[in-house]
């Protein structure tokens, strides 16, 4: 099991709901300070009561894709309101099926802004020596099945997370010399509030659940990963895509 | 860009809290690492229109050095 100290503070994006919400109270619970963003101030305020340790768990509303050039500067803004940062997990999202009949530039420029260009300007930020505690520091992308096995609609979806993945790998190179670790979680279907509206939107429920012979992800499944991959018990993981699917074949 | 500028955007490219002085030796800066050489090789291209290898700035000693490989 993982443990950390209050003074190790992680930013975990998209905390209002499923994995990143998941991640957040798991690493606030298992000793950890929190910086929860996401878009929806009340929601972030319902995360607040249901942490049991909430003077270590403080909300920052904030849209990723309204502006992802002024991330890095944001980073910096949180540094100097909480310290130095110790990890960055990135749960903020969207998944949007498309199929390239429907696809168009406009389109594609705002899923890439939300699944492609804010993680990238997040961890410019992260990566700032201001900004991280150096050794032992890590950043932690949940990508996408998607990412290595789409499926038909998931060209810009999957194209998005697919950068993120070999971006992620770039990173991990470039950060390594200061021990920086950086990595990417890939899940497939995790029962969020997200994926259950895109089941319901696509009446894909019971097609879905047969392909996953371990049954479909709870975000449980994720964020214990998400939590260890935070954690100095990984201190030799970086530039790695795990996937979990529930043993999805085809 | 002035020197005050040059001195500003390097501390920038550093990731550095502190201010830099033309003295100062690279390799004395606890910031100074390849990445740091590949960001300022990617800076000097950008606003200097100069192509600086990897062994280039690596020869240089001080920050004034770089200054006066921008020309300033």
Not at chain 1, 2 to 26: C, M, N, Q, W, Y
Not at chain 1, 43 to 72: T, Y
Request: aromatic share 8%.
């Amino acid at each position: 099991m993982f443990h950390f100290r209050p003074d190790e503070i992680f930013l975990v994006t998209g905390a209002s709901s499923g994995i990143g919400k998941g991640t957040a109270l798991l690493i606030n619970q298992a000793g950890a300070t929190v910086i929860a963003t996401g878009r929806d101030n009340s929601r972030l305020a319902a995360l607040q009561e249901q942490s049991a340790e909430s003077n270590r768990l403080h909300c920052e509303v904030k849209d990723l894709a309204e502006n992802p050039d002024s991330l890095p500067n944001w980073l910096m803004d949180l540094k100097k309101k909480f310290g130095k940062l110790k990890g960055l997990i990135h749960c903020a999202g969207l998944t949007r099926t498309e199929p390239l009949s429907l696809t168009n530039y406009t389109g594609a420029v705002s899923l890439f802004s939300i699944d492609y260009f804010a993680p990238l300007l997040l961890a410019k930020g992260f990566a700032d020596r201001r900004v991280n505690t150096g050794e032992g520091a890590s950043m932690t992308f949940i990508a996408s099945l998607a990412s290595v096995r789409p499926d038909k609609g998931q060209g810009l979806y999957g194209g998005a997370k697919a950068a993120l993945v070999n971006t992620m790998q770039v990173m991990a190179k470039e950060l390594a010399g200061r021990r920086i670790r950086v990595n990417c979680l890939s899940p497939g279907l995790v029962m969020t509030p997200m994926a259950e509206q895109y089941i319901q939107d696509y009446n894909l429920g019971e097609k879905q659940k047969e392909r996953y012979p371990l049954g479909l992800g709870r975000v449980a499944d994720v964020s214990a990963l998400a939590a260890f991959m935070a954690s100095d018990q990984a201190r030799w993981i970086t530039g790695q895509n795990y996937i979990l699917d529930g043993g999805l074949i085809g | 860009m002035t020197r005050a500028e040059f001195l500003n955007e390097l501390k920038d490219i550093l990731q550095r809290d502190d201010s830099l002085e033309p003295e100062m030796v690279l390799k004395d800066l606890e910031e100074w690492d390849s990445l740091s050489i590949m960001a300022l090789a990617g800076f000097f291209d950008q606003h200097f229109s100069k192509i600086l290898h990897f062994t280039d700035i690596e020869s240089f000693i001080t920050v004034e050095d770089l200054m006066i490989a921008a020309g300033i």
